[in-house]
């Protein structure tokens, strides 16, 4: 007996897996949802870059007329006149001291993170909390907490001042980005020392520190170039020393840098002293750019190294 055509309607259609894919009205509304953040996202990126380039330009268009050999290479000469010498040399040394303070105990603090510390270990959770608090802490903070523990009992600001407030600042991110190196390193190099029967210690020692070594430098390079450019901490520890003289003790008196001969040539009202700053500005600008690209070279090497 054959089927009435009511019957055959009221079957319901079996799917066909063969079929082709026809966009429902929720898929539609969600690619063109998924479009538009595209395109958000990608002019975000765009303003961020344009932004940049405006602010490179803006320096380098006002403080290109000052730079030369001499500007670099000799010390300032009263308010507006000389070059940056003694500033370059003192910034040099003031993050050179910071980065003997801070590189060790960042590096030391992301392998008791990743290496040590459990998934569940408080004390780790804390740490983790203390880094991300000092990180987003206000560098005029460090600053007042520095004057009050080390220039107030003192009674005199000092390089030394300032080198602890910026290892203060460069340690979180030390740490941060040691941990995060320490954690692409594959787990089977750890399994295979296991295996052998190695001390946790010379684990560490002998093949995760080699092999993440690329990485903990890309961090403390970044680090270094995040506290060259610090303003606030200097202003409030390093404040006081003799601009047109070279320092290279950071102990018992302050130390001149790049930052705050911007600041204080800025400050001054004659042409020469902004020029000079502006100028000062590019050789700081250049500077970080330079630390910065490196530390992208440098990781990309540390990536290829592990395979990630």
């Excluded at 001390?199 to 390079?221: E, K, Q, S």
Aim: charged share 10%; glycine share 12%.
């Amino acid at each position: 007996m054959s089927d009435s055509p009511g019957d055959m309607l009221a079957e319901p259609m079996l799917f066909d897996p063969t079929a082709p894919l026809t966009a429902s009205g929720n898929l539609r509304r969600r690619a063109v949802l998924s479009d538009l953040i595209g395109i958000g996202a990608r002019a975000a990126a765009l303003v961020a870059v344009a932004m940049l380039a405006i602010v490179v330009y803006g320096v380098v268009s006002r403080g290109a007329s000052v730079l030369s050999f001499s500007f670099i290479t000799t010390n300032p000469v009263g308010l507006a006149g000389g070059g940056i010498a003694n500033a370059l040399i003192g910034t040099f040394v003031l993050v050179a001291a910071a980065a003997i303070i801070a590189v060790p105990i960042g590096v030391l603090t992301g392998l008791y993170l990743t290496e040590f510390a459990g998934a569940r270990s408080r004390s780790g959770r804390a740490l983790k909390l203390a880094l991300d608090l000092m990180q987003g802490l206000p560098t005029i903070v460090v600053g007042l907490f520095v004057y009050g523990l080390i220039v107030i009992p003192e009674r005199k600001a000092s390089g030394f001042a300032g080198a602890i407030a910026l290892s203060i600042i460069m340690l979180p991110l030390v740490a941060r980005a040691s941990q995060e190196v320490l954690l692409l390193v594959p787990g089977s190099l750890r399994e295979a020392a296991d295996a052998l029967g190695v001390d946790r210690w010379r684990t560490v020692l002998t093949v995760i520190l080699p092999v993440a070594t690329g990485g903990i430098a890309t961090g403390a390079i970044l680090a270094t170039a995040r506290a060259a450019g610090e303003t606030a901490p200097l202003l409030i520890c390093d404040g006081i020393f003799n601009p047109n003289s070279t320092q290279l003790m950071i102990f018992g008196h302050g130390v001149p840098n790049i930052p705050l001969l911007i600041f204080t040539s800025s400050e001054v009202s004659i042409s020469g002293g902004f020029a000079r700053a502006w100028g000062a500005a590019i050789v700081l600008l250049g500077a970080i750019l330079i630390a910065n690209v490196g530390a992208r070279v440098l990781l990309a090497r540390s990536r290829a190294k592990m395979g990630v």
